[in-house]
């Protein structure tokens, strides 16, 4: 028996019961329905919920094969003995430290979607799938596996379920277990040491009086702020071979996703191409403030101030915020002159905060979120401009 | 200048009326449920702060500091009438409440009626008299700056009603479980749109005291770990 007709008999089996919407979402998601329907005027598509969130899935997985390499690569090269980027011992580790995550990520999201759809007596939704996805992408790989649990349960619930499910809610799901994870466990989540393996692990142990070498795992956000410049190539930030989260480093592999998804139709390219000109907007004024001689090197926002406007785009969460977290669907601003809106002001606020706030160098999460909180007052705005301007020109024709 | 501006940004999002101190929580909480009624009554607390934190700026400067009425005389001097502030504050306020409410049925009766009865509870909003209070602990040094303070204040519990009122909007047609239906999403939303609000928190300010503190505390605990591994290797050599 194949494992479809499998899934069918169990399917039929539970029919009718608390537990028929599990083997549905099983049954659909691997396959599509074994009977057709009858009668009626069909429209037949095939961008249903469940390919659109596949699709963006595959734009991740080349960040996510990437930053499994990058991981190994930035470890070994953090302890001093560097190895090939492309080896199995890099690749190794970013296996062993990221599946772990991506593992806990889709099973305790999961299962509370399972529990929700059971409960609720509702088909199980898609909208994990996606953000299964990010969290591992955009959280410290060495980060503790409860911790992450924790952190699912709570954005899964408070920030999805609460509203009705998906669809429904009003914050990125992925960007509020981010948010949850860096308010309530902040050493795990900001510094120096969090974003290679190994370096937390290793500082502790000089601490405890270890006779070993200091991994410094700094980020290039982090050492532009301090003043040190970047201390990498702008090759090699935009080819993604620089220390942070799993998914985040790659612009060029980002930009492939971005323009696939641009490509499918599923992302929207008025907010990345806002977002991106809101950035360079905000990149240009600080420089144009530090050559106009306003700041000076003694000033502790110099650093990162008088980074050229463009590096703004290559470094940091910004490149994988804008294409895969600011493009949600459903938390993004729905109509067209709101996209440019919201775009615009998600870059401008990011480069903002990460310039001026130094308690909170990645500020592309928090921006995106302030944005998700204002994007229904921008649509608002919008359609009541719409309607205004529809009854001019009604009252111009019938006058 | 720059004080000016920095007064005015950091009212409005980092010590948001809202998001910060969750003052001003009723209103807030009821009038919300349409963004049209929100912009009025937003825009009616962002009138009746920014006036009543400068008039009160002037009784706290002039009469109820600790020796304020040295104007009426060197007898005067050591009055302290701060026992007053509460009286004094909420007194102004209901005036110009008052005034806001004779304006607004007068112009535009459908605002006044669709804000109903919270319209002269502005007057006992705590986001009003939170303002006139903040100043007065904070010591706001000047009638201009308090004029700022009060009108920046406002405008962030504008921001707050606004983005909130379009939200639930927004969600009128979500399937919100029977239970959390009505304030409490409400409440819920709040905590969450606070979450995207402290992208400020630290910014102009806290962020390098925060980070001061962190790194004491991160050297602490490096000592009491050296220490006790010291402890460690003794036991054992003793052993």
Known sequence: MSLKSTLHNLKEKYKGTKMAPAFNALHTFLYLPNDTTHGGTHIKAADDLKRTMNTVIMALIPCLIFGMFNAGYQHYHALGTPVDFLSWDSFSIGLIKVLPLIIVSYGVGLGIEFLFAIIKGHEVEEGYLVTGMLVPLIVPIDLPLWMLAVAVAFGVVIGKEVFGGTGMNILNPALTIRAFLFFAYPTWMSGDKVWVHGAVERANEIASGANVDVISGETILGSLAQGNGAGYSVADMFYGFIPGSVGETSTFLILLGGLFLIFTKIGSWRIMLSSVLGALVMGLIFNSVVDAGWVTVSSKFYGLMSTEFWHHLLIGGFAFGTVFMATDPVTASQTNKGKWIYGFLVGFISILIRVFNPAYPEGVMLAILLMNVFAPTIDHYVVQGNVKKRMKRLKAKTA | ?239
């Open chain 2, 1 to 239: 200048m720059l004080e000016h501006i920095e007064l005015f940004f950091k009212s409005i999002f980092i010590d948001n009326m809202v998001f910060a101190t969750f003052l001003g929580m009723c209103s807030y909480l009821a009038v919300s449920k349409k963004v049209s009624t929100a912009v009025g009554l937003g825009a009616a607390v962002i009138f009746v702060l920014a006036v009543t934190v400068p008039v009160n700026w002037l009784l706290d400067q002039y009469i109820l500091q600790p020796g304020a009425l040295k104007w009426l005389g060197a007898e005067y001097a050591d009055y302290d009438l701060s026992f007053l502030s509460f009286i004094m504050f909420i007194a102004t306020i209901a005036t110009m409440v008052q005034l806001v409410e004779i304006v607004v049925e007068k112009f535009s009766p459908a605002l006044y009626n669709s804000l109903g009865i919270f319209l002269p509870l502005i007057a006992v909003n705590c986001a009003i008299l939170g303002g006139s209070l903040f100043m007065q602990s904070r010591e706001i040094p000047s009638i201009g700056l308090a004029f700022n303070y009060g009108l920046s204040s406002g405008i962030g519990w504008f921001l707050a009603i606004l983005a909130i009122a379009a939200i639930r909007e927004k969600i009128r047609y979500s399937n919100v479980p029977a239970p959390l239906r009505g304030l409490g999403i409400t409440f819920i939303i709040t905590g969450l749109m606070a979450i995207g609000f402290m992208s400020f928190g630290g910014m102009l300010t806290g962020g390098d005291e925060g980070a001061k503190e962190e790194a004491e505390t991160a050297q602490v605990e490096t000592v009491k770990k050296d220490t006790e591994n010291k402890l460690a290797n003794n036991t054992k050599v003793n052993e």
